[in-house]
């Protein structure tokens, strides 16, 4: 078996159920576990990912009305991988390669490998993702069970938060232009005990108005940037200029989660996001999580 991930998620996903030697190549993108950071990349991206978050938004605007592809595939490195799997998604043609893009490509490959697409929207949707991925890569048992562990690690953090009482959470996904984090996260803030106030269970992100965010009066912000630690969500802080964006967070506890790690990966790791999320609410640190201030 030959696998390609053209995801970060994926490749986490192919660790957990035990296939990582199967795996031959990633993409450009893919960072955890430390082992794929040596394998060939098959995806590429003209933007630079060291850009402002204002810049990035606005390349990739310009690239989709061009229409060009943000992130393409190699086709002459994943013809010479001879895979016999790829994994792909049909969550958002901005953040990786389609489906329809993978199906299209493995067509032409001689033998056609088999595409396996993530889809869920939400943590069960993630956790049936794991277990589908398990059964394609021949390892249907390793994926059920990851897929158990996790939905129970879930429900064991949800008992522990229920006697908590409920806060108003506010999570931002994008920075310049403000985006609330959809999908799973909702429900991830509702396991850690808080109401997530910007979106339900299964939106998409949405681009909205400082203005607006600012009216919901959240109890907390959490800023749980696509694709950025700590660190780099700090620096996007730094420089944002907004005045509501000022206000908001100038009067609210804001905590930084590593969101490239932990919230924006439908994997296995999404767990510890929620643990995270959960330390924010009654304000402790840890790894990948870290408190906030205007200066």
Known sequence: MRIVSLLPAATEIVAAVGALPELVGVSHECDFPEAVRQLPRVTTTPIDPGLASSAIDEHVRALV???????????????????????????????????GEAVRLAAVLDPPPVVVSLSGRTLDGVWQSIASVGAALGREAEGQRVSAELSGRMATLRASAATSTPRQVLCIEWLAPPFTAGHWVPEMVEAAGGIDIGAAPGDHSAERDWAELNGLNPDIVIIMLCGMDVARSQRELAILDDPDALDLLGRVPVWIIDGNAYTSRPGPRLVEGTERIAAALVGRGLSGLKRWRQD
């Open 65 to 99: 009305s061009a229409g060009r592809a943000v992130i393409a595939i190699d086709t002459n490195r994943l013809r010479q991988l001879t895979p016999t799997h790829i994994i792909t998604q049909d969550l958002c043609e901005v953040c990786a390669v389609s489906d």
